[in-house]
């Protein structure tokens, strides 16, 4: 078997042209197999306002479901409580959180659930992944396969007036 000896002078060029057409052929296979998840970012948030508002006499006044998020110097979460019942911290605390939201609003059925709010109370310098995460939880959960349709909790979520750092 004879082997070719290269001088130093050759250069191997790579071909553009097949990679272009396979960076096509990729771009195109995943645009076309992407979906989107819908339950993605549909929250219903209301931000604390400077004055309080007044309530007429014929609403349902039903208490606040109240969630609060405590985190240490670093913004990692310390506590996530609701109410005053402390559910730890991590992904089981809000596991915890969406099991306990359901059992207060008494099942995903309920007609009053919207008129029911949840009011997220967190530290300062907490950092926003786990905000998003409570609001994830106590908006509802997603069902069973194939659909993974989302199954509502609460539909209106309300933020506390912030506290400065101390």
């Given at each position: 078997?004879?082997?070719?000896n290269r001088?130093?002078?050759e250069?191997?060029?790579?071909?553009?042209?097949?990679?272009?057409?396979?960076?096509?052929?990729?771009?195109?296979?995943?645009?076309?197999?992407?979906?989107?998840?819908?339950?993605?970012?549909?929250?219903?948030?209301?931000?604390?306002i400077?004055a309080?508002?007044t309530?007429?006499?014929?609403?349902?006044?039903?208490?606040?479901?109240?969630?609060?998020?405590?985190?240490?110097?670093?913004?990692?979460?310390?506590?996530l409580?609701?109410?005053?019942?402390?559910?730890?911290?991590?992904?089981e605390?809000?596991?915890?959180?969406?099991?306990?939201?359901?059992?207060?609003?008494?099942?995903?059925?309920?007609?009053?659930?919207?008129?029911?709010?949840?009011e997220?109370?967190?530290d300062?310098?907490?950092?926003?992944?786990?905000?998003?995460?409570?609001?994830?939880?106590?908006?509802?959960?997603?069902?069973?396969?194939?659909?993974?349709?989302?199954?509502?909790?609460?539909?209106?979520?309300?933020?506390?007036?912030?506290?400065?750092?101390s």
């Amino acid at each position: 078997m004879k082997i070719r000896n290269r001088g130093k002078g050759e250069k191997i060029e790579a071909q553009m042209a097949p990679m272009i057409d396979v960076v096509f052929q990729l771009l195109i296979f995943f645009m076309l197999t992407l979906k989107i998840v819908e339950p993605e970012g549909d929250f219903n948030i209301n931000m604390p306002i400077g004055a309080p508002s007044t309530q007429t006499s014929e609403e349902i006044n039903l208490p606040d479901i109240k969630v609060r998020l405590i985190s240490n110097d670093t913004g990692q979460l310390v506590d996530l409580q609701l109410g005053r019942q402390s559910l730890g911290n991590g992904q089981e605390a809000f596991e915890r959180l969406n099991h306990k939201i359901e059992q207060v609003i008494g099942g995903a059925n309920n007609p009053l659930t919207k008129d029911m709010e949840v009011e997220i109370d967190a530290d300062y310098n907490l950092h926003y992944s786990y905000i998003i995460e409570a609001i994830s939880k106590c908006r509802g959960r997603l069902g069973p396969p194939p659909n993974y349709d989302l199954i509502p909790y609460v539909e209106k979520i309300k933020f506390a007036a912030p506290r400065p750092p101390s």
